[in-house]
């Protein structure tokens, strides 16, 4: 019997309307010969009430007692979900992760999933029932729940498909696929067929968060594809796999912006080594996650330092900035929260060059000023103005004619 696991999020299961909606999908899986296996996340915005309750008693509640909370979502919404496969005439049997051991480490509120018995699961669908796991909670050895970090619950069915030797994880979201930009930025941008997981994974960083990061990484550590698709509509998605050659055709694969961006910029620096460390130590120190670096040339000893952070984390950055300032003697701390990063991902970059001058060239062409620029193998970002973000990432989709479902190739040479 082949095995599939099909993931609900939310917004998929936001109601007893949709969750009968989404049994049904399960239902039908099942009709056509799989063994199903389901994952759902917590209904609606279920987790982030439970986040704005607590706030209302504690700004540091304890981690242990914030994951036994969360793990609560998820626990509703795997008992209404058996309950409507059975209303169909149809049977399933609801699991929360500590019954089906899914182990994990003690990080609470981001932990590892360490392993997952599967006997139960496979017994039960060897008697033909829908197996309907909760998401996003594991337990520890020693008997703590946990949970995986916010839209864990992915990373829960890919663990699941890859543990079960299931044919694909299918996972309903709310969006009918992976799109070449956003479309409601883009009107013409095109739903994509296949993806590679690294394109996944770089478009996931810089903004388009339709996956949980972790459950890409798993999905393509063991080699599982993954097909985000809707929940609403009857449609094939998208597909994300490994790498094929022909993927290396195409330039470009998407675009994403990422708008909640801020950067900060420390003028006249000291230049001797040992400085940039102790910068982005005392950031890391406080977690705050650093994106792009830009150290210029020196001029007199001195040069700048700019960085980007997330706009939530630009008040703690900005503290160990002044810090950083006093004690090394530089000159200011300048920081502009108006900046978004605009990105292209495609793994046809690795064999083409000129990708970059073509992005460059239709922000130039929109007289859009680049502030800062990072590449990696198979992306490219831009720091804009927030105010020209919509209209670079349209400038640029038309540059890479990705609205065309051809191979656009321009005056791109080809390295062998
Ligand atoms: N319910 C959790 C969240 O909202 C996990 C998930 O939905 O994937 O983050
Ligand atoms: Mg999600």
Redesign the pocket.
């Given at each position: 019997m082949d095995i599939i696991v099909q993931k609900f999020?939310?917004s998929s299961v936001a109601n007893p309307e949709l969750i009968t909606k989404a049994a049904k999908k399960a239902i039908k899986a099942k009709e056509d010969g799989y063994g199903v296996v389901v994952v759902v996340?917590?209904m609606g915005k279920?987790?982030?009430n439970l986040l704005e309750l607590t706030s209302q008693i504690s700004s540091s509640p304890p981690p242990r007692e914030m994951d036994m909370l969360?793990a609560t979502?998820?626990q509703v919404t795997i008992s209404l979900y058996a309950i409507a496969v059975h209303a169909s005439g149809h049977e399933a049997i609801s699991f929360t992760g500590p019954q089906v051991n899914i182990v994990t480490d003690n990080r609470h509120g981001r932990a590892k999933i360490k392993s997952i018995c599967k006997e139960r699961i496979f017994e039960e669908l060897q008697k033909g029932k829908i197996v309907v796991v909760a998401?996003?909670q594991g337990i520890t050895e020693n008997n703590d729940i946990t949970?995986?970090?916010?839209?864990?619950?992915?990373t829960t069915a890919v663990a699941l498909a890859v543990s079960l030797d299931a044919k694909e994880c299918d996972i309903y979201t709310d969006v009918d696929g992976v799109y070449t930009a956003d479309p409601r930025i883009v009107h013409n941008a095109r739903k994509l067929k296949t993806i590679s997981y690294d394109e996944m994974l770089e478009l996931a960083s810089v903004g388009a968060k339709v996956l949980?990061s972790r459950a890409v990484e798993f999905a393509k550590k063991f080699d599982m594809p993954l097909h985000v698709r809707s929940s609403f509509l009857d449609t094939t998605g998208t597909y994300v796999t490994k790498e094929e050659k022909s993927m290396e055709k195409v330039l470009v694969s998407g675009i994403a912006c990422e708008k909640n961006e801020a950067k900060v910029s420390i003028l006249e620096v000291p230049d001797r080594p040992g400085i940039a460390a102790a910068l982005f130590q005392n950031l890391a120190s406080k977690q705050i996650v650093v994106d792009m670096i830009i150290k210029n040339v020196s001029e007199g000893g001195r040069n700048d330092i700019s960085f980007t952070v997330v706009d939530e984390d630009l008040e703690a950055a900005l503290n160990i900035a002044k810090e950083f300032q006093g004690k090394y003697d530089a000159k200011n701390v300048i920081w502009d929260k108006s900046v978004a990063k605009i990105s292209v991902v495609g793994v046809g970059m690795k064999s083409h060059s000129g990708v970059a001058a073509m992005m460059f060239q239709a922000l130039a062409n929109k007289g859009i000023n680049i502030d800062m620029i990072s590449t990696s193998e198979i992306k490219i970002s831009c720091i804009i103005p927030l105010s020209d973000a919509d209209k670079a990432v349209k400038s640029i989709h038309e540059t890479f004619h990705l609205a065309d479902n051809i191979e656009f190739m321009g005056d791109i040479e080809k390295n062998s």
């Open positions: 999020g939310g996340s917590a279920t987790t982030d969360l979502g998820e998401g996003f949970t995986l970090g916010r839209g864990g619950s992915d949980h």
